[in-house]
C-alpha cells in the first residue's frame, strides 16, 4: 500500500462565471456530461473530498480549455487564488494567461506569481492554429524565465483549419475525436516543442522550464530519431538532446500504462518525471491505482518511486507536500 505524499500538476477547473458569460466556452462546455462540469466548477469541500480518495496531498489547478480575454483571465485567477486561499495545503494554482495578447498574457503571469502566488502557467497549445514559434509570444516565456516558473503547454481543440486535417471518409465525430484525445492534442503538442526549438526559442532562454503532459505527447517513442534529426537544422546554439535533458519536465497526465513509463524512464532523466491524474477528466482513483501498479512492478521503487509522486513537484514548483 502506497504510504507517501503525492502531488498532481495537470489538474483542472473552471470559473463558472465565465462559462456562463462567455458563448464560446458556453458552447464548449455545453457539450461536457453533467457530472464533468459539476466537478469542473467546484474548488471547494467536493475537490478536497476527491482529492482524499486517490490520496492527493497537494494538486495544482489550471483553467480548463479556452482562448479567453484579459479581463476573463484575471477573474479566473482571483477565483482560484480565493480557493487555494482556502485550503492552502491541498491547492495551489497555475496562471490562466491570455496568449491571444502577449504583453498582457506576461503581465498577467506576474501579478499571478508576485501577488497571488501561482507556481507557473498552463497555456494552451496554440492560438487560433497559431504556435508560439512566432516572437510575438516570446515575451511570455522571457518573463516565466525572470520569475523562475515553468510553463505547461497543455492541448487544446484543433482550429477550424487544423480540423479539415483530420476530415475524411466517416463522421464528423471520429474528425473530432481524432483531432483531439484520440491523437492530434498528442501529436500538435510533440510538434508544437519541436517549433520552440527550431525556432530557437530555447537558445534565447537557455533556463526557460517547459512541463508537457501525457507521457511526453508521443515524443518519447521518436526522441533517438528526434536527436538525429535535429541535429542537422542549422542555426542551433544547443542541441535537442541538452534542451531535452534541462529545459523540460514530462508528466504522466491521463495515461495509466506501465509500457508507456518504461519507455519514458529510458529516454529521460528521473528528476524530470512527474505524476499527474488530469482530474477531471480522469479520476484520482484510477491515478492511485497506476501509482501502486508502478510500486508493484518494480518500475519504480524508493527514492525514485518518491521522485516520481512528490519531490520532483516540490523541487520543480517550490511547494511542499503536506503529509
Known sequence: MLDIPIIALEEHFFSATIVKTNKEASKLYSNFPNHLNDKLANIGERRIQDLDKGKVSLQILSHAPGDFARDECALANDELAAAVRKNPGRLAGFAML????????????????????????????????????????????????????????????????????YRGNYSDSVALAMSAFGWGWHTETGHHILRLFASGMFDRFPKIKIVIGHMGEMLPYQLSRVFIATARWEGRQRSFKEVWDNNIWITTSGMFSLPSLGCLLQVTSMERVLYSVDYPFSMNETGLQFLEDVQRSGLLTGVNLEKFAYKNAETLLKVRAVT
Open 98 to 165: 491570455p496568449m491571444s495578447d502577449p504583453i498582457a498574457a506576461s503581465q498577467e503571469l506576474e501579478r499571478c506569481v508576485t501577488d497571488l502566488g501561482f507556481v507557473g502557467a498552463l497555456v494552451e497549445n496554440h492560438v487560433n492554429g497559431v504556435f508560439f514559434d512566432d516572437e510575438r509570444f516570446w515575451c511570455v516565456f522571457e518573463k516565466a524565465e525572470q520569475l523562475d516558473v515553468p510553463i505547461y503547454i497543455h492541448p487544446t481543440f484543433a482550429s477550424d483549419s487544423m480540423l479539415e486535417r
